[in-house]
């Protein structure tokens, strides 16, 4: 069949630098979360039915920072909120780690309260 790269990889490479795991990752975006859906919930206020999924990939330098910020998908339609959640996750730091460059994949999804 197959042959899927499997977690155990990693077992053998351990001088080489790995990746940033999810969990890491995930907990920052949870960290910087509140201004991204600030952003939200100003145009909340013009667009009351504004709602939908925010899906975005970038790249995590080691040192932190992000290069390579790409918008996947979007359901919000509006261009300028769309710029503004970009430059603000763009201003994300992620910490220095001794990595390699991590490529991500990852989603918001915005919902009135």
Do not use: C, W
């Not at 990889?9 to 975006?29: A, C, H, L, P």
């Not at 504004?50 to 979007?74: P, R, Y």
């Not at 970009?86 to 994300?92: H, T, V």
């Amino acid at each position: 069949g197959i042959d899927l790269p499997s977690s155990r990889q990693n077992e053998y490479s351990s001088s080489q630098k790995g990746t940033r795991d999810m969990e890491s990752i995930r907990k920052v975006f949870e960290q910087y979360k509140g201004g991204v859906y600030a952003l939200y919930s100003k145009a909340l206020r013009q667009y009351p039915e504004l709602n939908g999924k925010f899906m975005f990939q970038l790249v995590i330098e080691a040192d932190g920072s992000i290069t390579d910020l790409k918008l996947i998908v979007s359901e919000l339609g509006i261009k300028e909120l769309e710029q503004n959640i970009l430059a603000k996750i763009n201003s994300i730091r992620f910490g220095a780690a001794a990595v390699t460059a991590t490529a991500v994949q990852y989603k918001f999804v915005f919902l009135p309260h």
